[in-house]
């Protein structure tokens, strides 16, 4: 159910409108004031809009303006007469949601109706979203202590109140949505929608009508009007990932959308202003592809007005310390996983795996650790076994262990704990358990028959 206002100077539409929404179980608000509805848009909680074009007291397109700075997220649907249509049309680049013509088929209204509604809710989930992810991306959430992350750092600080185009550049994983997230939040738009979208999830055929939006029956399919992205975000922030994989064809229009602020929808002849700040971030080198034909040159220049280049993980080893302990804080703050450590030595580890997959891949094995460790102390045995093999642990293993240790005993415990690490990731299968450690499977029995003879030997 949505609370429906609608505003007509025409007592007859007004009690029609408020039967047929009260029939389809909307509670419904009527006045034939402009000034009276914009005291109901400020007392209460209207989910849609409707009003005549065409008033005594004040016309629909004041009332508009006015409603837009009171309540921003409400839709609104304009209603006019035939010789009103131009007007209406231009309400809509105005802000308007849609408008319908008098008289109306009621079929019609309800279903403009039903769009428009779940557009406001929409857009407030995307207000209630940037007020929570406002604090998480702020200036001093943002972790990382390496001169190559504080160089970003100053980056982002000098371009958040900019309206300039920013490319991110950076290696899969590696924080480009981070930093595009940080440069909307903490600047003038973070009350508005942040909408990111991936340029290499586009199919080719509904490209321009994702980005763009499309009129009804512009093509086949089409029975109702879609906002693109560019008006979905409008006021706020469109994030381009990927921004290297965008059809050529519609390169060219977005150059125009970054030159005129406008877009057009698919199957209009009309321009609709937009007021959109892009980010684009890209894993190529977007200058070899100028080279090779794949990206328009006049483009690449457009959207690399400041340029924010994202060091990989491997390049900044003195940040993983850091980055791990701040993602174990927020996944026991998430829940599913109780307060834990990290080990010295598991610490050292991370510090000098490579990370091919960047940050995302931290978080994705840290994840992975916190679940599957039992107790409060996570161990190099808890993370995945590709990560715990390839580690540079020798350097480790020489920092905590005696200069008079033992020889014969100790390999006879490291080699005890690597076949029980990989039993336990084989889930007891001794073939597998085998192929995990490089050796027959009939060499494995061997030494687990060796085992057996100890105290400490896996069962």
Request: hydrophobic share 45%.
């Amino acid at each position: 159910m949505a609370t429906i206002l609608v505003v007509d100077d025409e007592k007859n539409y007004l009690w029609m409108l408020g039967e047929l929404f009260q029939n389809e179980g909307h509670e419904v608000l009527t006045c034939e004031k402009g000034s009276d509805a914009l005291t109901l848009l400020r007392d209460g909680q209207v989910d849609l809009l409707l009003t005549d074009l065409r008033m005594a007291e004040m016309d629909g397109m004041t009332l508009l303006a006015r409603a837009r700075e009171i309540a921003p997220a409400v839709s609104t649907i304009i209603m006019t007469a035939y010789g009103t249509i131009e007007r209406a049309v231009e309400a809509m680049r105005l802000g308007a949601y849609d408008f319908i013509v008098k008289p109306f088929n009621n079929a019609d209204l309800l279903r403009a109706a039903a769009k428009a509604i779940e557009r406001t809710v929409l857009v407030r989930e995307n207000l209630r979203l940037s007020q929570s992810l406002a604090h998480q991306y702020h200036f001093d959430q943002l972790v990382g202590k390496s001169a190559a992350m504080q160089t970003v750092f100053d980056k982002i600080k000098r371009v958040t109140d900019s309206k300039s185009t920013v490319l991110i550049t950076g290696e899969s994983g590696s924080g480009k949505e981070l930093v595009a997230h940080a440069i909307h939040f903490n600047g003038p738009r973070c009350g508005r929608p942040f909408l990111p979208v991936n340029c290499s999830a586009l199919t080719e055929t509904l490209a321009e009508s994702e980005l763009f939006g499309h009129e009804r029956g512009a093509f086949t399919g089409a029975s109702v009007r879609h906002l693109g992205f560019f008006e979905q975000a409008n006021g706020g922030t469109l994030f381009l990932d990927e921004i290297g994989e965008l059809p050529m064809n519609l390169q060219a229009k977005l150059l125009r959308v970054l030159d005129k602020q406008e877009i057009r929808r698919v199957g209009s002849e009309k321009v609709v202003a937009v007021d959109v700040r892009i980010l684009a971030a890209t894993n190529h080198d977007l200058k070899a592809q100028v080279k090779a034909g794949r990206f328009r040159e006049d483009l690449f220049f457009r959207l690399n007005v400041v340029r924010i280049d994202v060091p990989p993980l491997r390049d900044r080893p003195e940040d993983i310390p850091l980055l791990a302990e701040a993602y174990l804080q927020q996944l026991v703050k998430e829940g599913g996983v109780r307060d834990k450590r990290l080990s010295p030595i598991t610490m050292d580890l991370l510090t000098r795996y490579r990370w091919p997959g960047n940050v995302r891949e931290l978080q994705n094995v840290l994840a992975h650790a916190a679940l599957m460790s039992k107790a409060d102390e996570i161990q190099p045995d808890d993370f995945p076994l590709e990560l715990a093999a390839t580690g540079d642990w020798l350097t480790a293993l020489d920092r905590i262990l005696p200069h008079d240790v033992p020889l014969d005993s100790t390999l006879k415990a490291v080699e005890r704990h690597m076949i029980i690490r990989a039993l336990a990731h084989a889930n007891g299968v001794q073939a597998k358990a085998a192929e995990l450690l490089k050796i027959s499977r009939s060499l494995l029995q061997y030494k687990l028959k060796l085992l057996g003879n100890s105290p400490d030997s896996p069962r």
